[in-house]
């Protein structure tokens, strides 16, 4: 694992940094699969909002590696876009260097009364920022709740809207469609990790 990769970054600049593709990302539901049939006690921890340790299920192993590999091209850009907020660098250790490099799309606005579409707001926005860019989205509550006002696919056209099962998170399929989606932007890359990225996404179960 890369462990001098800053864990975060700042964002990119329009006009100033050239982006292909956008990758977005949720926590929970998302890369911590919120299974309540895992024996929690077994798992390692990160320091919660709270003040407590809070346990991490990471999706699986093989499908990690894969959106990690795909989040290392250089023009494609990993963003936060979760609750944890900033709070996200403390799942670093959790990671082991993988998902490093990202940055924050957009902090959970405060107060008691949020919008439940805050985080659509966010995306729309860094969206029209790059909108040469292929953009791919993964949240398993903020997407179904957009897609329940028909505000989300005509305000991302031809972006991936990835809605996992919070317990099981993103799996080998999610991983396989985010491959295809960024596929040209790999081959254009030319690295010989590309053809790795597509065979190992091809081979997970």
């Known amino acids: ?11 990119p600049r329009v006009g100033v940094d050239d982006v292909a ?43 990690l590696e894969i959106i990690d590999d795909v989040a290392r ?4 850009r990993l963003g936060w876009l ?4 900033f709070r996200v660098a403390r ?6 260097g993988r998902l490093s490099g990202g940055f924050v799309v957009a902090e959970r606005p405060y107060g008691p009364f949020v919008p439940s579409e805050w985080k659509l707001h966010a995306a729309v926005k ?17 997407i179904p709740v957009a897609m329940r006002y028909n505000s989300v696919t ?6 991936l809207l990835l809605a996992p099962a919070a317990e099981t998170g993103l799996t080998s399929n999610d991983a396989k469609r985010i491959v295809a989606h960024f596929a040209h932007i790999v081959s254009e890359i030319g690295s010989a990790d590309s053809d790795s990225i597509n065979d190992r996404a091809e081979t997970t179960p």
Do not use: C, Y
């Not at 091209?73 to 494609?76: H, S, V």
């Not at 979760?82 to 907020?85: A, C, E, F, P, V």
């Not at 799942?91 to 082991?96: G, I, K, N, Q, R």
């Open 1 to 11: 694992m890369n462990h001098l990769r800053p864990f975060l970054v700042d964002p």
């Open 21 to 63: 593709g956008l990758l977005l990302l949720d926590v929970d539901g998302v890369i911590n699969r919120l299974d309540s049939s895992t024996n929690s006690s077994t798992l390692p921890t990160v320091l919660g909002s709270s003040g407590r340790p809070l346990p991490i299920n990471l999706i699986e192993e093989a499908v």
């Open 73 to 76: 091209r250089p023009d494609i």
């Open 82 to 85: 979760t609750t944890w907020g």
């Open 91 to 96: 799942l670093e250790t959790v990671l082991d």
């Open 126 to 142: 860094l969206f029209s920022q790059f909108p040469e860019a292929e953009f791919a989205w993964a949240d398993d509550d903020a």
């Open 154 to 159: 005509h305000r991302l056209p031809g972006a």
